[in-house]
């Protein structure tokens, strides 16, 4: 397994592209095997997680070929609707194929998708809101056996569960009933900028939805979706990601070909820490400070604040002239990197779904290890800002879900190499 070797103290500055949103393209690849034929999809990151779902493809059966930032994938002779435990053990997202596959095939069996650090990950939601649409679904040795008979029928399905609403659920959904029989109202749906985007794919396609960017998605079914060509949007949590990493080197970091839209209560809080931010049409610009203010942060579904920086965020308020408070409301248990910036000499004490940050005068390089995909990037950051070298073993979880991370590091600054674990 590799580790990366930070160097910390070195003032970031420069500027770095966006790459394509993982959590769109993730769905997007998943809803294209509803339509026979070849889609094309362009603005696609190199991602394990993007790999990862083209095998599973390619396991049903669609032809999946990359060039240049661009996937074509022929589903003309998928012949599977079932994903094994091998392939969701890997990738939780792969539950996006479960309502494209009922959508195409009528049926599906799909493997429970297993439980990850950021806590329990239940589906009731999306088997909800499938048997609300005439699906006959059964638990069976941990699998999901889908069956919708004769068809899809469109119908009112309330989609908001204990913890607000589900992307995935929503995802999921929206795409069974775009080829159900009648109208669907799904209340409740998320909002996100990647469900946006998965709504417009389809509608590319040819489906009917009204509504999308809204809580509440109307949905007309269409007999037949067609193939259809599309580019997705920029990754709004790499974006924040690495405005971060400018942020807390005291460094002046731009982030090109994103979407500032997206990103409004992340700016919204950053700013509120005093970060002096410009944003453009497509690119947003952060001017760190010496030394900055502490915030209190709620995580919500979109437009909240995104759980998805939460950790990032949490790296950069641990040198913050006092005490923030983020509360995690998606995630009430996404704190496993608490303990790992404690160890750079963090001052972080958490009670149940609620993280108290003391801002400390410094940050000391320590031996951590990653643990998720934002938790990994946020120990990343905080090695950025340390004093000394950082040693982060099992980086391979931040591969699932950043292009290039190191490389666009070191183009702005940073002291980061990777290298074999010796453990
Ligand atoms: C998506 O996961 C993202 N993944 C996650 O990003 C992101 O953290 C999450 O949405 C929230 O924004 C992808 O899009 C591939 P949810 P998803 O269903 O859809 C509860 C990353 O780092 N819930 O919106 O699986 C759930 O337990 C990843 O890129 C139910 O109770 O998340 C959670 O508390 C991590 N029942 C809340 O809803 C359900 O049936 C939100 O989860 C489904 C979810």
């Known amino acids: 397994m590799d580790r990366f070797v930070v160097e910390g103290k070195k003032v970031l500055r420069g500027s770095v592209p966006a790459s394509g949103a993982k959590n769109s393209v993730l769905p997007i690849l998943a809803a294209s095997i509803m339509a026979e034929g070849t889609s094309v999809i362009h603005n696609i990151p190199e991602l394990q997680d993007v790999n990862t779902m083209s095998r599973i493809l390619e396991y049903l059966g669609a032809k999946v070929r990359f060039k240049n930032g661009t996937v074509e994938v022929d589903s003309q002779n998928i012949n599977r609707c079932d994903a094994p435990y091998e392939f969701v053990k890997t990738m939780r997202a792969s539950i996006a194929l479960l309502g494209p596959m009922i959508a195409r095939f009528s049926r599906a069996r799909f493997s ?45 399905i309330f989609l908001g569960g204990a913890f607000g609403s589900s992307v995935l659920a929503t995802a999921n959904v929206m795409c069974a009933a775009t080829l159900a029989k009648g109208t669907t109202v799904i209340e409740f749906a998320a909002c996100e900028p990647e469900i946006t985007d998965l709504a417009n794919f389809l509608v590319k396609m040819g489906a009917k939805i009204a509504g999308i960017g809204s809580p509440c998605l109307t949905i007309n079914g269409v007999k037949k979706l067609k193939a ?21 080197t005291g460094g002046c970091v731009t982030v ?64 913050a002239d006092g005490v923030s408070v983020i509360t995690e409301k998606v995630f009430p248990e996404r704190f496993i990197h608490a303990g790992e910036l404690n160890r750079f000499g963090a001052s972080i004490s958490l009670d149940g779904s609620k993280a108290i940050i003391k801002g400390v005068e410094k940050l000391l390089g320590a031996r951590v290890m990653a643990s998720d995909l934002r938790a990994s990037a946020a120990l990343v950051l905080a090695g950025l800002a340390a004093e000394g070298t950082t040693y982060i073993s099992r980086i391979y979880h931040l ?25």
């Open 112 to 156: 429970l998708p297993g439980g990850c650090v950021i806590g329990p990950r239940p589906i009731d939601l999306h088997i909800r809101g499938l048997q609300k649409l005439g699906v006959d679904i059964r638990i069976e040795d941990g699998y999901v056996v889908a069956d919708a008979g004769r068809g899809l029928k469109g119908n009112y």
């Open 228 to 248: 259809t060509e599309y580019r997705v949007i920029p990754d709004r949590i790499e974006t924040g990601t690495f405005l971060l990493a400018g942020a807390i």
């Open 256 to 319: 090109e070909k994103c979407q500032p839209l997206h990103l409004g209560a992340f700016l919204d809080k950053l700013s509120e820490t005093g970060i002096e931010i410009i944003t453009g049409r497509n690119f947003i610009t952060v001017k760190g400070n010496k030394n900055w203010k502490p915030v209190d942060i709620v995580t919500l579904p979109y437009p909240g604040f995104p759980t998805d920086l939460q950790a990032q965020m949490m790296a950069f308020l641990t040198l």
């Open 399 to 423: 591969f699932r879900g950043y292009q290039k991370f190191e490389e666009k590091l070191k183009s702005l600054g940073a002291d980061i190499k990777r290298e074999k674990d010796i453990v």
